[in-house]
């Protein structure tokens, strides 16, 4: 069913219709008077004769106008006269353009969101790239702090590995040298108050060992933190090897090989036996071999050094003999 529409009579149907149409139109169509109006007229026929399309179109006009009701309208703000159907097309047709202009408009309010969204991806990635070239920058810092970090640490244990040779050698020293002053007193006791008793006879045989005995890193800082002496040929010939290889050596096992075969060679009363200094010179050999490159003893207890340094220790017991220095029975170094 149509909605209530304005009905026009059809001028043609009756003279009190066509008075009617002749009427002045009501105020709701005075607001029409001034714009144009659209007629919109609708019908169907069937075509008897092809090549009389056209006229039989204009019967059907002629008919449709003459036996349809007209109404009037109000479509998208224009008044269109029409029947039922022509009304139908024309709001239609004004349905269609509102579509239009809706696509049309929804078309450019999509341009604009997309293009703004399409700036604010733009500003995103340079923001990203931004932050991305921030966060490389502080990553190389960071990671060359880390590199200057870890060459501090090397650093710092090379310093703390070298300051604990060198404890180790203050201690060694610093106990062999409160037995000397240990031996003074002992001596003095002895001497001058004449009440030495057996303890005091053990403090003053040790102090004497002590002070005429060896001490291969005190006397190596001799030739090298101290410079107090430069005849290093006479060192190696006492203790086997070069005073700047020795001074960096806190090897227990190793320092008493040494302070062992330079104790017998440099005793009046003490010689070694061929094998004696056989395995002595085999123990040195290998001991230099192990450390070839280096600037101080570092490789000092692989299990061929160890075997070595065992068999010449454990030859002391039988490869060295007493000899009475009157006599003439001590050996002399080439």
């Known amino acids: 069913m149509p909605p209530k529409l304005s009905k026009t009579k059809n001028p043609s149907k009756s003279g009190k219709a066509n008075d009617k149409a002749q009427k002045p139109v009501s105020s709701r169509e005075n607001k029409y008077e001034s714009t144009t109006c659209n007629a919109v007229l609708f019908t169907k026929f069937k075509i008897e004769d092809d090549k009389k399309r056209k006229e039989e179109a204009q019967d059907a006009f002629e008919k449709a106008l003459r036996d349809d009701t ?8 224009k008044l269109v006269v029409g029947n039922q159907d022509g009304l139908f097309l ?12 809706e696509i049309a408009s929804q078309k450019d309010e999509f341009s604009r969101r997309l293009r703004k969204h399409e700036d604010e991806i733009a500003s995103h990635k340079e923001e990203i790239a931004s932050q991305k070239d921030e966060f490389s ?14 060459e501090e640490i090397v650093s710092h244990k090379k310093e703390a590995t070298r300051l604990g040779k060198d404890v180790i050698r203050l201690q060694v020293s610093s106990t062999k040298y409160m037995q000397l002053r240990n031996r003074y007193i002992s001596t003095f006791k002895r001497d001058k108050l004449g009440l030495s008793n057996g303890t005091d006879k053990k403090i003053i045989k040790k102090g004497n060992d002590i002070a005429h005995g060896p001490n291969v890193i005190t006397d190596a800082a001799l030739y090298t933190s101290l410079n107090q002496r430069s005849d290093k040929d006479t060192f190696e010939k006492l203790y086997g ?18 302070n062992t075969r330079a104790g017998i060679i440099s005793s009046p009363d003490k010689v070694g036996s061929e094998k004696f200094n056989k395995l002595f010179n085999e123990f040195i050999d290998l001991l230099k071999e192990s450390n070839e490159g280096r600037s101080s003893l570092e490789n000092v207890s692989s299990k061929r050094l160890n075997r070595a340094r065992s068999a010449f220790c454990a030859c002391v017991k039988f490869e060295v003999c007493l000899v009475d220095p009157k006599l003439g029975g001590a050996a002399h170094l080439d």
């Open 241 to 258: 090897l070069n005073p700047s290889l020795v001074s960096g050596l806190c090897h227990n096992p190793t320092i008493a090989a040494l």
């Open 70 to 77: 007209l109404y009037d309208k109000d479509v998208s703000g």
């Open 137 to 150: 920058r502080r990553l190389r810092k960071h990671e060359d702090e880390i590199a200057s970090h870890k």
């Open 90 to 101: 024309a709001e239609l047709a004004a349905e269609v353009q509102s579509v239009k202009y």
